[in-house]
């Protein structure tokens, strides 16, 4: 059964960062693409970044790019997300999980965890 913790959210202001973490059990880690998304209030949950099991290939989403970098430590079994300059409208529910990753999207495969909050004050 596939686990993941996500942890590193919290509070912080405009122009900010945050570095997101998340561990996984129960699956090769290292031979699967992973990835983070998002669900701010009131709205539905959009892929942020993934990332090929190598590391090799991301998926960056439009409104992030330059500014999250997604990682991953495959001995560690652990996901990265590094969030600079934060803006307000990054304020959601960041969860991680297991995807598929394709040219120009990735889709999770697996049920979603707790999810860690981020939220970016003005």
């Known amino acids: 059964q596939v686990q993941v913790v996500e942890s590193g959210g919290g509070l912080v202001q405009a122009g900010g960062s945050l570095r997101l973490a998340c561990t996984a059990s129960g699956l090769s880690f290292d031979h699967v693409a992973m990835g983070w998304f998002r669900q701010p209030p009131g709205e539905a949950r959009e892929a942020v970044s993934c990332i090929s099991s190598s590391g090799r290939d991301t998926y960056v989403r439009d409104s992030v790019k330059g500014r999250f970098t997604i990682s991953r430590d495959n001995v560690k079994n652990t996901l990265y997300l590094q969030m600079n300059s934060l803006k307000p409208e990054d304020t959601a529910i960041y969860y991680c999980?297991?995807?598929?990753?394709?040219?120009?999207?990735?889709?999770?495969?697996?049920?979603w965890g707790q999810g860690t909050s981020v939220t970016v004050s003005s």
């Open positions: 999980a297991r995807v598929f990753l394709g040219a120009h999207y990735c889709n999770a495969l697996d049920s």
